[in-house]
Nanobody, 111 residues
Framework: QLALVESGGDLVQPGGSLRLSCVAS???????IGWFRQAPGKEREMVSC????????HQAESAKGRFTTYRENDKKTAYLQMNNLNVEDTAVYYC?????WGQGTQVTVSS
């Protein structure tokens, strides 16, 4: 059974960058991975979705031009590269795939 662990969240200033990682324990290379986020007081929303072969099937409007999703199946890791962060990106970020969810990693954008 797949288990996922996110990392890479941090406190960053507006305009900064972060790369989140989602590491799988278990078979990952046939699994579509989704990135979600949940800001305080808001519903969880999908940020992006990447198929097993690396095709991006969804990207939130707020992420376009700033976030890049990719994966390295041999490392059982998916990534969310986030550039030009703003305060509205503050949230707990989760990855999901194969019915599993990670525990989340906190991203805080503040000056």
């Amino acid at each position: 059974q797949l288990a996922l662990v996110e990392s890479g969240g941090d406190l960053v200033q507006p305009g900064g960058s972060l790369r989140l990682s989602c590491v799988a324990s278990g078979p990952m290379k046939y699994v579509t991975i989704g990135w979600f986020r949940q800001a305080p007081g808001k519903e969880r929303e999908m940020v992006s979705c990447i198929t097993a072969r690396g095709r991006i099937t969804h990207q939130a409007e707020s992420a376009k031009g700033r976030f890049t999703t990719y994966r390295e199946n041999d490392k059982k890791t998916a990534y969310l590269q986030m550039n030009n962060l703003n305060v509205e990106d503050t949230a707990v970020y989760y990855c999901t795939g194969g019915g599993a969810w990670g525990q989340g990693t906190q991203v805080t954008v503040s000056s």
